[in-house]
C-alpha cells in the first residue's frame, strides 16, 4: 500500500468550475502538506503548503487538511484554462538531520476546458 | 536568477552504459535531493544529501550513486543502465533544517534506455 494515495484522473471541467483534488495518507508521522502544480515537461513548482489542521486560503486555491481522517484536499474556484497541469500532493515527517524528505502522491492531470 | 539547473534535458542510452546527470543551485542550499518520476507512480526520492561530504539514500536507490564534494553541486550516476530506469528524473533543492520549506525543482532530464 503506497503512504499516499492519490486519483490521477484525468479530470477535465468546464471554466469557471470548482475543482477539488484529494489526497489520503496511511503514515501519522506526516506533519507538512503541500501541493505541487506541475505543467508538461516542466518541473513542480510549490502552490500551497500547510502545516496544521484546517483550512489555508491562496486567492482562488484552497488547501484543506484533516489529520484525524488522514486526508488533504486542494480546491481551484473559478477554474481558468492556464490552470490546466497535473497537481501532485506532496507530504513529509519531521525533519531529521535537515533532511526534508518529500513523499508524493501519483498526481493527478487537471484539464480545464474552455 | 538560475535556480536549478539539470544537463542534459534529454538522453539516450544502451543498457550496460553508464552516466552521469548534472544538477547545480545557485541559491546556497544545504539541502539537495534526487526524484524519479514514473506514470501512474507520483516522484520517488533516489538520493539525497544535507550538506557538503554527506549523503544519504531514498526509496529507490539501487543502481544509482551520488556524491556532494560542494554545496553547489550534486549528480546522479548510474553505474549500468538498465530498461527499468527510462523515466524523468528532478533534482531538487531547500535549505534544510528542522522547518519544512520550499523545494525548487529543476526543469527535468528525460531518460531513455534500450
Known amino acids: 500500500q503506497k503512504e499516499v494515495e492519490q486519483d490521477p484522473g484525468p479530470l477535465s471541467v468546464p471554466e469557471g468550475a470548482i475543482v477539488s483534488l484529494n489526497c489520503t495518507y496511511s503514515n501519522s508521522a506526516f506533519q507538512y502538506f503541500m501541493w505541487y502544480r506541475q505543467y508538461s515537461r516542466k518541473g513542480p513548482e510549490l502552490l500551497m503548503y500547510t502545516y496544521s489542521s484546517g483550512n489555508k486560503e491562496d486567492g482562488r486555491f484552497t488547501a484543506q487538511v484533516d489529520k484525524s481522517s488522514k486526508y488533504i484536499s486542494l480546491f481551484i474556484r473559478d477554474s481558468q484554462p492556464s490552470d490546466s497541469a497535473t497537481y501532485l500532493c506532496a507530504m513529509s515527517a519531521l525533519h531529521i538531520q535537515g533532511a526534508q524528505k518529500l513523499v508524493f502522491g501519483q498526481g493527478t492531470r487537471l484539464t480545464i476546458n474552455p | 536568477n538560475a535556480g536549478v539547473t539539470q544537463t542534459p534535458k534529454f538522453q539516450v542510452l544502451k543498457t550496460g552504459q553508464s552516466m552521469t546527470l548534472q544538477c547545480a543551485q545557485d541559491m546556497n542550499h544545504e539541502y539537495m535531493s534526487w526524484y524519479r518520476q514514473d506514470p501512474g507512480m507520483g516522484l520517488r526520492l533516489i538520493h539525497y544529501s544535507v550538506g557538503a561530504g554527506i549523503t544519504d539514500q531514498g526509496e529507490v536507490p539501487n543502481g544509482y550513486n551520488v556524491s556532494r564534494s560542494t554545496t553547489e553541486d550534486f549528480p546522479l550516476r548510474l553505474l549500468s543502465a538498465a530498461p527499468s530506469q527510462t523515466s524523468v528524473y528532478f533534482c531538487?533543492?531547500?535549505?534544510?533544517?528542522?522547518?519544512?520549506?520550499?523545494?525548487?525543482f529543476g526543469q527535468g532530464t528525460r531518460l531513455t534506455v534500450v
Open positions: 531538487a533543492s531547500s535549505y534544510s533544517g528542522t522547518e519544512n520549506t520550499e523545494a525548487f
